[in-house]
């Protein structure tokens, strides 16, 4: 066979081979191991031009290993031989002794002094620079024209090649940044909690920047969510809202960011800026319903409070008033402890002392109160409950009982127990005024518990409901 019909054939199955892959790298291997291959060589170094940097960075070898790949050997075109095969955009050969040429590049992590030859061309995709690639020989050997002829033509066609695997990996390296943005919405849709949505956005920062660390820095100063470890780069993107800064991403990594990861970062930033206020505008709603909820629920025990005071017979007017006003302010009390504390349970010592210091208030005095209260906490709808049911049966103690008056708080069997007892005369028969109805509906409404009323060696008003 001749030999332009060999390097035919020998074109032909290398473009074959490499054209099996779409993926760069493993592209770029095909490249080196065929390469050699076909013109017979002892090594093949493949460097692929990186336009940001303007340097040729090597890929791939074959038959010869880059030692300790700490720093990946890298020049710019017209540095080194190969550099200059790039820069002249024509090939360049050297049959002995290459590593003595005044153009040769040194790179401690690449033995190539034991190579006496050298073939070098670039890599063009229609006048494009993708790259330049190299053939050695341990031997000295002058390659001869069509052999540098069939080098050429081999790495214009690879050129089309790795082109096309560079646009395909950008496309999935797109695919994967919006899959990222998607999932990211997606948690910031679907989550109600605004502490789920910070999390699946730090996460997918980290993953899909394969970051070694991220976190999102809120105005307040505190740190949400911090993921991994600081890296040597570092990105911080402010989260903007209308304008206003409400906080900053932080993303950290090894190696540097390239602007479409920069770009993918403030896209990140952005929804993480929406999530943040729209998690916000879900709970300033949620607080405002609650809110609204009970400003009505208490208004309409105000109602009924008056409306049975109302249906009382031949009672006082002014005392009537005055009872309601109490009943009115027993409420209020509960609403004063959950200002002060800002939770959402009332601590029920705190609330009685309150009470306490209400009734007795412009009370003739004489009255020896003592109390023994255990710390228990309840919602607020019962504790407004409890207030009201406190407010009449202590009020009864100091109207009607005794000289004494002992109030008692105790948890019992996970029940709380309610004890006024007053060393006065006691009740007789079946006393049923308004202040007592009203203990007694709501014991059995609010509280779901019961309610007794002794009289024996003291008046004994007892009322046992469960947490
Ligand atoms: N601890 C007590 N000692 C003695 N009598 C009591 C005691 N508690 C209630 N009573 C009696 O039961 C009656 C009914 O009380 P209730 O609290 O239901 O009425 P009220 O509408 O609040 O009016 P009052 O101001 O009289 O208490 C009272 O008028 C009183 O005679
Ligand atoms: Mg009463």
């Not at 592209?27 to 340097?55: H, N, S």
Request: hydrophobic residues 45%; glycine residues 6%; contains cysteine.
């Amino acid at each position: 066979m001749d030999t332009s019909a060999r390097h035919l054939r020998l074109l032909t199955e290398t473009i074959a081979a490499v054209n099996s892959s779409l993926d760069l790298q493993e592209v770029l291997e095909l490249v080196a191991r065929e390469v050699a291959d076909a013109l017979a060589t002892d090594a093949c170094f493949v460097y692929l031009y990186d336009e940001p940097t303007d340097e040729l960075v090597l890929r791939a070898t074959h038959g010869s290993r880059v030692e300790e790949m700490t720093r990946t050997p890298r020049m710019r075109p017209g540095e080194g031989i190969t550099g200059t095969a790039a820069a002249e955009r024509a090939p360049v050969m050297i049959p002995e002794k290459a590593h003595l040429d005044s153009r040769f590049k040194q790179f401690p992590n690449l033995r190539e002094d034991e190579y006496e030859s050298i073939l070098a061309v670039p890599i063009l995709a229609r006048e494009k620079l993708e790259g330049a690639l190299n053939v050695r020989t341990r031997e000295p050997r002058a390659f001869t024209d069509s052999e540098m002829d069939l080098l050429v033509a081999i790495a214009s066609q690879v050129a089309q090649t790795i082109e096309h695997a560079r646009l395909y990996e950008r496309a999935q390296r797109r695919v994967a940044e919006l899959e990222a943005l998607a999932r990211i919405s997606e948690a910031v849709s679907e989550s109600l909690y605004l502490e789920e949505s910070l999390e699946a956005i730090v996460k997918t920062t980290m993953e899909s920047l394969r970051a070694t660390g991220a976190a999102l820095v809120l105005e307040d100063g505190k740190v949400a969510w911090p993921e991994g470890r600081p890296g040597a780069y570092a990105v911080r993107l402010p989260l903007r809202w209308k304008r206003r800064r409400i906080g900053e991403l932080v993303c950290d990594r090894d190696t540097p960011f390239t602007d479409e990861e920069r770009a993918l970062l403030e896209a990140i930033a952005h929804h993480a800026a929406v999530a943040l206020e729209h998690g916000r505008a879900v709970m300033r709603g949620v607080l405002a319903q609650e809110i609204h909820h009970r400003v009505k629920n208490n208004l309409q025990t105000v109602a009924s409070l008056l409306r049975l005071q109302a249906r009382a017979d031949n009672a006082d007017p002014r005392k009537a008033l005055q009872d309601s006003v109490n009943r009115i302010l027993a409420i209020a009390a509960v609403h004063e402890v959950l200002t002060v504390h800002r939770e959402d349970d009332v601590d029920l010592g705190e609330l009685v002392d309150r009470l306490r210091a209400m009734l007795v208030q412009g009370l003739v005095s004489g009255k020896e109160v003592t109390a023994d209260l255990a710390t228990i906490s309840l919602a607020g709808q019962q504790a407004t409950a409890l207030a009201l049911v406190f407010t009449e049966l202590f009020q009864n103690a100091l109207e009607h009982g005794g000289a004494h008056v002992a109030l008692e708080l105790a948890r019992r069997d996970g029940d709380v127990v309610l004890t006024i007892t007053d060393d006065g005369a006691g009740v007789g028969g079946a006393p049923a005024g308004t202040g007592l109805s009203i203990v007694q509906a709501l014991v059995r409404d609010e509280l779901q518990g019961t309610f007794e009323l002794e009289s024996g060696a003291a008046t004994r008003a007892r009322v046992v409901f469960p947490v």
